[in-house]
């Protein structure tokens, strides 16, 4: 069975920057489409960027978008988030997940066990 296993979040100020890391057990991760998902307290789950295997195919949820950069490094199975100019509202827990038939929606078969991310105003 595949796992995934994000890293990178933290606590950051406004205006500061973050990179999270999603690590693939297996090397069939450069199969699948990627994704980040979020999830804030009381919010349902979010999505909010994704990638096709091959690097394509990109999209962005309209609220992260030019701050926000998804990328993957097949070659290590691993994806990752680079977040610029965070904000207090993408505080959240930071989800990856993988092998989803279309990028914003999924549905996707693998997710990591998430890693939250806090911004401070």
Known sequence: QLQLVESGG?????????R????????TFSSYAMA????????????????SWSGANIDYADS???RFTISRD???NTGYLQ???????????????????RLRVGP???????TQVTVSS
Not at 20 to 27: D, H, K, N, T, V
Not at 85 to 99: F, G, H, Q
């Open 10 to 18: 933290g606590l950051v100020q406004a205006g500061g920057s973050l």
């Open 20 to 27: 999270l890391s999603c690590a693939a057990s297996e090397s």
């Open 36 to 51: 980040w998902f979020r999830q804030a307290p009381g919010k349902e789950r979010e999505f909010v960027a994704g990638l």
């Open 64 to 66: 992260v978008k030019g």
């Open 74 to 76: 097949n070659a290590k």
């Open 83 to 101: 977040m610029n100019s965070l904000k207090p509202e993408d505080t959240a827990v930071y989800y990856c997940a993988l092998d989803g038939n």
């Open 108 to 114: 996707y078969r693998y997710w990591g066990q998430g």
